[in-house]
């Protein structure tokens, strides 16, 4: 690594490879690359069958749940009427302990599905770096690949863990749908009535949250490139006596990545007193 590499004027400069590619190779969606990570699920069709059966079963006893509340209420105040109010209690016992050992299950299969996925989308990324272009890597920083490879590789876990937990929320969400409607309609519509609320707030929300998100992501790029390449040419840095101005220039990039990431904390906090209000 030169002098000119870490940024050349003597007063200033810029931590990096001089016209180096930016977030902007990122940032592109493409339906393909969507397709080809869930290639990676192909392997593991038997997990995630059960993974799916341990959340129907879960949406089931969680339904049930407001449903044996009702029984146990109509059978401690209606005299001879409904079910017998031990067994209803013991029928509610028994349904939270289901619900409690099928959250448990969901999750840790999840989980597991997850790190198994991961483990060859990492295994893939490592076999795929070996191959890239000699202008790719004279064109990023190092710092901006590690934070790919570690911080979004970390991001696709959790997507893939609550994919499956949000294919269960929508399950549930149309299962306490049914049960309001069917236990009263009436009551059931005016609960349902903070549903146009809820999308209007979401859609005014969206953009601005992702446009937040995208920033975060960037500054926390940019600090893990400065990093990288601080450290990988420090020789180069303690000879050209640019410990001052490497680390004012790092210090300034660290205050973005702050200030960024409180926004998206901000962004992200909002919506859920918004929907509790709601």
Same mark, same amino acid.
């Given at each position: ?58 949406? @089931? ?34 349904? &939270? ?20 996925? $991961? ?7 490592? $076999? ?16 901006? &690949? ?6 979004? @590789? ?18 549930? *969400?149309?299962?306490? &749908? $049914? @049960?309001? *409607? ?12 903070? *549903? ?7 859609? $005014? ?74």
């Amino acid at each position: 690594m030169s002098f000119a590499d870490l940024g050349g004027r003597a007063g200033g400069g810029v931590l990096g490879n001089q016209g180096e590619r930016g977030e902007d190779i990122f940032q592109a969606f493409d339906p393909r690359i969507v397709r080809r990570f869930l290639a990676f699920l192909k392997p593991y069709p038997k997990e995630l069958r059960r993974v799916f059966f341990a959340v129907a079963i879960f949406v @089931v006893t969680n339904v049930s749940i407001p449903i044996f509340i009702r029984y146990a209420a109509d059978s401690a105040t209606a005299a001879g009427e409904g079910f017998p109010f031990d067994l209803v209690v013991l029928g509610f016992l028994l349904l &939270i302990a289901a619900n409690a050992v099928t959250s448990f299950i969901q999750e840790w299969m999840a989980a597991t599905l997850a790190q198994r996925v $991961i483990f060859d989308l990492r295994r893939a990324m490592f $076999i795929h770096l070996q191959n890239v272009s000699a202008s790719f890597v004279e064109q990023t920083q190092v710092g901006r &690949i590690m934070s790919r490879i570690q911080g979004d @590789v970390n991001s696709l876990q959790e997507f893939v863990e609550t994919s499956i937990q949000a294919i269960g929320d929508f399950f549930l *969400l149309i299962g306490i &749908i $049914i @049960v309001l *409607l069917w236990m009263d309609w009436m009551l059931g519509l005016l609960t349902l009535a903070i *549903l146009p609320a809820m999308i209007i707030i979401r859609a $005014i929300w969206l953009p601005h949250a992702k446009a937040t998100f995208r920033k975060a992501r960037d500054a926390s790029s940019t600090v893990n490139a400065a990093l990288a390449e601080n450290i990988n040419g420090v020789r180069t840095v303690q000879q050209s006596r640019r410990e001052i101005v490497n680390f004012k220039d790092y210090e300034d990039k660290a205050n973005k990545n702050f200030l960024a990431q409180v926004r998206a904390a901000w962004s992200a906090q909002i919506m859920v007193p918004t929907v509790d209000i709601l």
